[in-house]
Protein backbone atom coordinates (compact mmCIF):
# COMPACT_ATOMS: atom_id res chain seq x y z
CA UNK A 1 0.00 0.00 0.00
CA UNK A 2 1.38 3.18 -1.08
CA UNK A 3 1.81 5.53 2.28
CA UNK A 4 1.79 8.97 0.53
CA UNK A 5 0.60 8.93 -2.84
CA UNK A 6 1.94 11.17 -5.46
CA UNK A 7 -0.37 13.70 -7.22
CA UNK A 8 -0.62 15.62 -10.43
CA UNK A 9 -3.18 17.85 -11.16
CA UNK A 10 -4.17 19.18 -14.54
CA UNK A 11 -6.69 21.78 -14.92
CA UNK A 12 -6.56 25.11 -16.79
CA UNK A 13 -8.51 26.57 -14.01
CA UNK A 14 -6.41 27.83 -10.80
CA UNK A 15 -9.69 27.63 -8.26
CA UNK A 16 -10.40 24.03 -9.54
CA UNK A 17 -6.37 23.31 -8.87
CA UNK A 18 -6.14 24.93 -5.07
CA UNK A 19 -9.32 23.72 -4.59
CA UNK A 20 -7.93 19.79 -5.34
CA UNK A 21 -4.19 20.56 -3.57
CA UNK A 22 -5.75 21.55 -0.51
CA UNK A 23 -8.12 18.30 -0.38
CA UNK A 24 -5.06 16.87 -1.64
CA UNK A 25 -2.72 17.99 1.39
CA UNK A 26 -6.09 17.38 4.07
CA UNK A 27 -5.37 14.12 2.81
CA UNK A 28 -1.40 13.61 3.34
CA UNK A 29 -1.12 13.34 -0.88
CA UNK A 30 1.95 14.91 -2.17
CA UNK A 31 1.33 17.07 -4.89
CA UNK A 32 3.80 16.67 -7.78
CA UNK A 33 2.80 18.77 -10.07
CA UNK A 34 0.23 21.43 -11.19
CA UNK A 35 -0.09 22.33 -15.12
CA UNK A 36 -2.88 24.03 -16.48
CA UNK A 37 -2.78 22.58 -19.96
CA UNK A 38 -2.84 19.38 -21.35
CA UNK A 39 0.21 19.30 -23.69
CA UNK A 40 2.16 20.09 -20.64
CA UNK A 41 0.49 16.92 -19.09
CA UNK A 42 1.53 14.08 -21.06
CA UNK A 43 5.10 15.00 -20.63
CA UNK A 44 5.17 16.25 -17.10
CA UNK A 45 3.18 12.53 -16.44
CA UNK A 46 5.76 10.50 -17.94
CA UNK A 47 8.49 12.02 -15.91
CA UNK A 48 6.69 12.18 -12.67
CA UNK A 49 4.42 8.87 -12.59
CA UNK A 50 2.02 10.14 -10.16
CA UNK A 51 -0.43 7.89 -8.51
CA UNK A 52 -2.89 9.72 -8.67
CA UNK A 53 -4.08 12.04 -11.44
CA UNK A 54 -6.68 14.92 -11.15
CA UNK A 55 -7.40 15.44 -15.27
CA UNK A 56 -9.77 18.40 -16.29
CA UNK A 57 -12.13 17.01 -20.00
CA UNK A 58 -11.94 20.86 -21.40
CA UNK A 59 -8.74 22.62 -21.45
CA UNK A 60 -7.09 24.80 -23.94
CA UNK A 61 -4.53 23.03 -26.87
CA UNK A 62 -5.63 19.56 -25.53
CA UNK A 63 -8.61 18.14 -23.79
CA UNK A 64 -8.21 15.18 -20.99
CA UNK A 65 -9.52 12.72 -23.09
CA UNK A 66 -6.82 13.25 -25.75
CA UNK A 67 -4.04 13.40 -23.26
CA UNK A 68 -5.83 9.91 -21.45
CA UNK A 69 -5.72 8.30 -24.66
CA UNK A 70 -2.20 9.45 -25.45
CA UNK A 71 -1.18 7.44 -21.90
CA UNK A 72 -3.65 5.04 -22.40
CA UNK A 73 -1.02 2.51 -22.40
CA UNK A 74 1.03 4.42 -19.05
CA UNK A 75 -1.70 4.89 -16.78
CA UNK A 76 -2.51 1.23 -15.55
CA UNK A 77 -0.88 1.78 -12.21
CA UNK A 78 -2.33 5.45 -11.39
CA UNK A 79 -5.80 6.20 -10.24
CA UNK A 80 -7.45 8.99 -12.92
CA UNK A 81 -10.25 11.35 -11.94
CA UNK A 82 -11.65 13.21 -14.16
CA UNK A 83 -13.02 16.47 -13.61
CA UNK A 84 -15.82 17.93 -15.70
CA UNK A 85 -18.18 20.69 -15.92
CA UNK A 86 -20.62 18.55 -17.71
CA UNK A 87 -21.64 15.09 -17.66
CA UNK A 88 -21.45 14.02 -21.23
CA UNK A 89 -22.46 10.40 -21.16
CA UNK A 90 -20.53 9.85 -24.48
CA UNK A 91 -17.43 11.70 -22.76
CA UNK A 92 -17.90 9.54 -19.44
CA UNK A 93 -17.80 6.52 -21.65
CA UNK A 94 -14.87 7.34 -23.57
CA UNK A 95 -12.98 8.19 -20.55
CA UNK A 96 -13.41 4.83 -18.69
CA UNK A 97 -12.80 3.07 -21.36
CA UNK A 98 -9.37 4.57 -21.69
CA UNK A 99 -8.68 3.44 -18.26
CA UNK A 100 -10.12 6.54 -16.26
CA UNK A 101 -10.92 5.40 -12.55
CA UNK A 102 -14.39 7.88 -12.03
CA UNK A 103 -15.73 10.92 -12.69
CA UNK A 104 -16.52 14.16 -10.62
CA UNK A 105 -18.63 17.29 -11.63
CA UNK A 106 -16.73 20.09 -10.70
CA UNK A 107 -19.92 21.49 -9.36
CA UNK A 108 -20.21 18.99 -6.76
CA UNK A 109 -19.50 20.57 -3.04
CA UNK A 110 -16.12 20.21 -1.95
CA UNK A 111 -16.98 18.03 0.89
CA UNK A 112 -18.70 15.91 -1.43
CA UNK A 113 -15.60 15.82 -4.21
CA UNK A 114 -13.33 15.36 -0.77
CA UNK A 115 -15.15 12.01 0.00
CA UNK A 116 -15.30 10.77 -3.64
CA UNK A 117 -11.40 11.14 -3.81
CA UNK A 118 -10.80 9.47 -0.49
CA UNK A 119 -13.26 6.46 -1.60
CA UNK A 120 -12.17 6.61 -5.74
CA UNK A 121 -8.49 6.06 -4.01
CA UNK A 122 -9.04 3.72 -1.23
CA UNK A 123 -10.99 1.12 -3.86
CA UNK A 124 -8.23 1.71 -6.11
CA UNK A 125 -5.58 0.85 -4.11
CA UNK A 126 -7.69 -1.71 -2.41
CA UNK A 127 -7.78 -3.51 -5.98
CA UNK A 128 -4.21 -3.00 -7.24
CA UNK A 129 -3.09 -4.64 -3.45
CA UNK A 130 -4.94 -7.61 -4.80
CA UNK A 131 -3.36 -7.63 -8.43
CA UNK A 132 0.17 -7.31 -7.25
CA UNK A 133 -0.78 -10.21 -4.74
CA UNK A 134 -2.25 -12.35 -7.36
CA UNK A 135 0.63 -12.12 -9.97
CA UNK A 136 3.57 -12.14 -7.64
CA UNK A 137 5.58 -14.80 -8.38
CA UNK A 138 7.53 -15.12 -5.02
CA UNK A 139 4.16 -15.55 -3.21
CA UNK A 140 3.13 -18.36 -5.39
CA UNK A 141 6.34 -20.44 -5.17
CA UNK A 142 5.76 -20.22 -1.42
CA UNK A 143 1.94 -21.00 -1.35
CA UNK A 144 3.01 -24.01 -3.21
CA UNK A 145 6.16 -25.42 -1.10
CA UNK A 146 3.77 -24.63 1.65
CA UNK A 147 0.69 -26.86 0.05
CA UNK A 148 1.54 -30.39 1.74
CA UNK A 149 0.06 -32.12 -1.42
CA UNK A 150 1.91 -29.70 -3.94
CA UNK A 151 5.03 -30.28 -2.18
CA UNK A 152 4.91 -34.14 -2.13
CA UNK A 153 4.78 -33.76 -6.59
CA UNK A 154 7.34 -31.37 -6.14
CA UNK A 155 9.76 -33.19 -4.07
CA UNK A 156 8.70 -36.40 -6.25
CA UNK A 157 9.34 -34.91 -9.74
CA UNK A 158 12.55 -32.64 -8.81
CA UNK A 159 15.04 -35.62 -7.26
CA UNK A 160 18.25 -35.84 -8.44
CA UNK A 161 18.98 -38.93 -9.93
Not at 65 to 76: G, N, R, Y
Request: charged share 35%; hydrophobic share 40%.
Amino acid sequence: MITKPRVMIVDDEENVREVLNMISSTFKFEVIAEISNGNEAISAFRKEKPDILFLDINMPFMYGDEVLEALKDEIENTCVIMLTAFSDVDNVKKCIKLGATYFIRKDTSVPKIASIIKETWYKFNEKHKEKSKKYNLNILIQEIKNDKLLNKYWEKDNRIG
